[in-house]
């Protein structure tokens, strides 16, 4: 894929709001034995790495479609960004600061694993701009933390939170699973106790899944992972729901819960199908509905960026209708749902003249609701949106 193929042009017509700039950190100290995502063993991570994702921060923030535009968030994930020292972090976030147009209140957020923050880098990162920190928590159980293969302690977990709000950090997000293997109900109910005990602004509960080709994908072939039932798991979601909402943080997308202003404003641009631009290995990028991804190997990322290529994989660009669609499976991911006014001046097309007869049929199954304003899932849709969004794509 050639540079010249990317958009350039702008229409404000259009209905765009701000982007979002996202930075994949590839890299973690080791794998959990459910990880898919594009990250990669190492226990001191490659300085040339930050040397070739510093060149790609400086060759996007000069093209057209950046410069005409303000970013509204940055994200640095992984893998775990924090297994780069304070000071490389801090520099990264600086030099995206300086490089790119950023709105005054942009939110910055930066992921990190509980064994790999020190209080000065919390420091650091706090004082050159960074306002949300989320945390991998996962589990407040040593016992469920080494099923999953982590490399932090229910202890490790607990001392990172105290520091992050000893450093200054007024906006916390920490991720939990269920649906753990030898997980019940009661232990759900426990950690979910405890990660509330720490007054967190955010919590991302996700149920496990079992992705192909990891550990855990080869374990449940042979019959040798024993993960709970769907009753439990069933039972697992709505105590979250119920508990979260009780204590000040409903939900806000199917597996996200903010107290009120906290909602995080990076992936609500990703539900809203918005523009964003990823770099680094295995990231992707959407501008203005052209969606192309960077190549996934580090090394062979930070081997073509030195050899002044731009490291790009595949791309594509959108038609009108796909970007309709994805923006109508994308939203109903928020329990809000999707304003129907906002399609309307992206795209020109409303929900009932498109999707038609369909549409119908999950509303009178009680699957969606389309209101004078927004399509959004039913209580009941919400634990079934994956078969209601696959017809929708
Ligand atoms: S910390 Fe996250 S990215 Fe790293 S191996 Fe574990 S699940 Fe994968």
Redesign the pocket.
């Given at each position: 894929m050639s540079p010249e193929s990317l958009p350039t042009g702008f229409t404000p017509a259009s209905g765009e709001e701000s982007p979002g700039l996202y930075l994949h950190i590839p890299f973690?100290k080791?794998?959990?034995a459910?990880?898919s995502?594009n990250?990669y063993a190492c226990q001191s991570p490659p300085a040339a790495y930050l040397t070739a994702l510093a060149s790609q921060i400086r060759h996007w923030a000069d093209q057209q479609w950046c410069r005409e535009r303000t970013f509204a968030t940055l994200f640095i994930g992984?893998?775990?960004p924090t297994i780069y020292g304070g000071n490389e972090l801090a520099e990264l976030v600086g030099l995206c600061l300086a490089s790119f147009n950023f709105t005054e209140d942009a939110e910055i957020t930066v992921e990190a694993?509980p064994n790999t923050v020190t209080m000065p880098m919390l420091t650091s990162l706090r004082r050159t701009g960074v306002n949300r920190l989320s945390l991998?928590v996962q589990a407040f159980s040593d016992r469920l933390l080494g099923a999953l293969g982590?490399s932090h302690t229910k202890g490790e977990a607990c001392a990172a939170i105290k520091a992050a709000r000893k450093g200054g950090f007024t906006n916390i997000n920490l991720d939990l699973m269920y649906g753990l293997p030898g997980q019940r109900a009661t232990d759900w109910r426990e950690s979910l106790d405890q990660a509330l005990a720490f007054g967190p602004e955010h919590l991302a509960c996700y149920e496990l899944t079992i992705e192909e080709e990891t550990p855990f994908a080869r374990l449940v072939e042979k019959g040798a992972l024993t993960l709970p039932g769907e009753e439990e798991v069933l039972a697992m979601a709505a105590l979250t729901h119920d508990l979260l909402a009780q204590a000040g943080l409903p939900r806000y997308e199917i597996s996200n819960y903010a107290a009120s202003g906290n909602q995080c404003r990076h992936n609500l641009n990703y539900w809203r199908n918005g523009s964003y631009l990823g770099l680094g290995a295995g990231a992707v990028s959407c501008l203005s509905g052209f969606r192309f991804s960077t190549v996934e190997e580090p090394e062979a990322f930070a081997a073509l960026v030195q050899k002044g290529e731009l490291p790009l994989s595949e791309g594509e660009c959108l038609s009108l209708a796909a970007r309709f669609r994805e923006s109508v499976v994308m939203g109903l991911r928020m329990i809000e749902g999707i304003s129907l006014a906002r399609l309307q001046r992206r795209f020109g097309l409303t929900p009932a003249g498109y999707y038609g007869k369909m549409l119908e049929e999950l509303q009178e199954q009680g699957l969606i609701v389309l209101a004078s304003d927004s399509l959004r899932l039913t209580e009941a849709g919400l634990p079934v949106a994956n078969q209601v969004l696959s017809r929708l794509v």
């Open positions: 973690c080791s794998r959990c459910y990880c995502f990250s992984g893998g775990t694993n991998g982590r």
